[in-house]
């Protein structure tokens, strides 16, 4: 198995800084972001290419297109920049997440929305990475209904899955659709007083012994099953963005999953 980071992972450190620790610990695949840190928002996609290629990285994604299932307002247009940027700092991909506010969005309306991104990422050259939020109120919560609104929009070719191990176990999702899925976010859970519903972004931590979210028998159902991409690390939690030394604290979960598999 081969590992990327998501810049959420060391998110005070500037993009060159993150690129040459990303190096270090031997991963050569990382993804960028829109919010935390505002990559997207702050640096000039050249500069992002050439700092890219420097260290030898390719960005897997940018995160996140958001609330990519309604399409309307002032969405298309973020859209159309979102991926004209990736296409010129030389990312693959744009992460998809679904409204999540309470609000229930049809299967309808997911489909037509997917179809209105298709040719705004196939011009480019782009994949488009869904990834369904496992919380309560989400209003896409499942991969097996992604699939199939996929397979509705007729976008088996620009359209893959993101498999988030946290919201995987949220969803109480067992199927992992390896076939389907273009990239995998890990991070694990290890407050034992949280409820599995009240579980939030802010309680992810790296995954290590204590994990809670059975991020190792996820991960090997996903190879068991051909998957060969990357495993990407997105921890939400401020005691992972405020670690004196992020590079030992991602290492030391790496090693806890290589040995642990």
Request: aromatic share 6%; proline share 6%; charged share 20%.
């Amino acid at each position: 198995m081969r590992f990327a980071i998501n810049h959420i992972a060391a998110p005070t450190l500037p993009l060159a800084d993150f690129l040459a620790m990303a190096r270090r610990l031997g991963v050569t695949e990382v993804e960028i972001r829109n919010d935390l840190p505002d990559v997207m928002g702050s640096i000039d996609p050249a500069r992002v290419r050439a700092e890219a290629e420097h260290h030898g990285i390719t960005i897997a994604s940018i995160n996140a297109l958001y609330p990519f299932n309604v399409w309307s307002g002032d969405l298309p247009d973020r859209a159309v920049a979102m991926a004209d940027y990736a296409q010129a700092c030389g990312a693959r991909a744009l992460v998809m997440c679904p409204l999540n506010d309470g609000t229930d969005v049809p299967f309808d309306d997911l489909v037509a929305a997917l179809r209105a991104i298709r040719p705004i990422l196939s011009d480019r050259g782009l994949t488009g990475l869904v990834e369904p939020l496992g919380f309560p109120v989400s209003s896409l919560r499942l991969k097996a209904t992604a699939v199939r609104a996929i397979e509705a929009a007729g976008g088996a070719e620009v359209f893959r899955l993101m498999h988030d191990t946290f919201h995987h176990h949220l969803a109480a999702e067992t199927q992992v659709f390896a076939d389907w899925t273009g990239l995998v976010h890990i991070s694990g859970v290890t407050d034992p007083g949280v409820a599995v519903d009240d579980m939030l972004d802010a309680h992810r931590v790296l995954v290590d012994g204590g994990d809670r979210l059975d991020n190792l028998g996820q991960i090997r159902a996903l190879l068991d099953a051909g998957y060969d991409g990357p495993f990407s690390f997105e921890p939400f939690a401020t005691c992972v963005h405020d670690a004196a030394d992020p590079q030992a604290a991602l290492q030391a979960s790496i090693d806890h999953i290589r040995s642990a598999l």
